[in-house]
């Protein structure tokens, strides 16, 4: 069962305000929520979920501390859901806090200058944790990560990424020097760049592409070679393109 | 000016029963519209615009028959748009009537099987203008491409891929033998394969993957190695990487 305030907690939840102030967010459905319970980066506040979900998950159950578990029905996990198709289980989870980086070496990470659509946010958070990508680097105006619908694109990979937020420009020379390549339409192929084990790579707005001091400050500009006539590629779409060529 | 009656055929247009039986679509917004009247195998049946857009396209408007430009209010669209934010102009298209393809020797093709997501058959579309695969095919379950959410998200490529439905076992073995390259994640690694100028690339559900007597008759699987530790990758981002290292 769920009371009627609580039931309203979580509906503040579908606004930026609330989960900037609460530091929560919500997720929705089985595949998310087994691996959000796995995350060791996130921690859960509470469960809601169907009879249903809870009889193939008695383990999830006992392994919660009481009243963090919660039974509830379909009309009810309908009242809560974000979803058009409520799919058994909701959880409220906390936002991670991770310790300040003053550094991006050594590693793989993506940058991303006003990614606009949650949609393409998620996929391209799903896209780092496959390449093995360990941050993403946001400006501040781009899609905010804890976006139900976000959140639902990353399908998962939201507990193994971090996301970054700041001012991109400000970023890159605060922190030690590393390779920049930047996705433009003007840059060497990329298929004649090696493999790579250290940079970020940098993907612009869906329509605007890179703002000009940014492309300025990258250290080398990849473009994927069209064949046919295309305008652009989706902003999710090219950053996969471009891991899987230099990672 | 709008009529009643024109605005519910263009609400109707909104169904798949409707678009099925008029043989006919909608597009919308001033990028997508260009694209549509710039291509040779689709068809204007009317265009409804804003002053302001008819404004700064005074040669559509001195290019098309009479009554087959509209100016319409801000409030008109609003009421015929699909778009949270209607944009200046809207497009009534015929659906383009393709000859029957009995061959796809000598050219890249995708197939889909089972694509349900209308946003990830437009970037598909998208993606296959980008690297000039010539033919999409579908099997009969996947989104329909004038769905005008797959019809936005094609950003005007719509116009220049053909896409086919069928029941994709059938067709394979109907057709001259083409190798098929199948996504799978049990295959051999996308960069070992070599560039290929001929071929049908296989791409499965979102959820299921590719059925198995589908997969069974496959030429080749393919495979994008993972380094980080999330389960899936978006079926189009999926699609692209693997166009981008194969032709």
């Known amino acids: 069962m769920i009371t009627k305030s609580e039931v309203k907690y979580i509906q503040s939840l579908g606004h930026k305000k609330f989960r900037d102030e609460l530091k929560q967010f919500t997720a929705e459905g089985p595949k998310i929520i087994i691996e959000l319970l796995n995350s060791p980066s996130i921690l859960l506040k509470a469960l809601y979920a169907t009879e249903e979900w809870w009889n193939v998950n008695k383990d999830v159950y006992?392994?919660?501390?009481p009243?963090?578990?919660i039974e509830i029905k379909e009309y009810e996990l309908?009242?809560?859901?974000?979803?058009?198709?409520?799919n058994q289980v909701m959880g409220i989870?906390?936002?991670p806090i991770y310790d300040k980086v003053t550094s991006f070496n050594n590693c793989i990470s993506l940058m991303l200058d006003g990614i606009q659509d949650p949609g393409?946010?998620?996929?391209?958070?799903?896209?780092?944790?496959w390449f093995g990508a360990e941050y993403i680097i946001a400006s501040e105006e781009s899609a905010e990560i804890y976006n139900p619908k976000v959140v639902q694109a990353t399908m998962g990979s939201i507990g193994r990424v971090q996301v970054i937020y700041d001012d991109l420009l400000r970023l890159i020379k605060a922190i030690p020097a590393v390779p920049i390549y930047a996705a433009s339409l003007e840059g060497k192929d990329i298929t004649e760049y090696k493999k790579i084990t250290e940079g970020i790579i940098l993907i612009g707005n869906e329509s605007k592409g890179i703002q000009v001091p940014l492309l300025?400050?990258?250290?080398?500009q990849?473009?994927?070679?069209?064949?046919?006539?295309a305008e652009s590629l989706n902003a999710a779409v090219a950053a996969g393109i471009i891991l899987s060529h230099l990672v």
Do not use: Y
């Open 62 to 65: 006992e392994s919660l501390a």
């Open 67 to 69: 009243g963090m578990a």
């Open 78 to 86: 309908e009242k809560i859901s974000a979803l058009s198709t409520p």
């Open 93 to 95: 989870f906390h936002q």
């Open 120 to 129: 393409n946010m998620g996929t391209i958070i799903r896209i780092a944790d």
């Open 216 to 220: 300025q400050s990258a250290t080398h």
């Open 222 to 229: 990849v473009t994927i070679s069209k064949r046919g006539k």
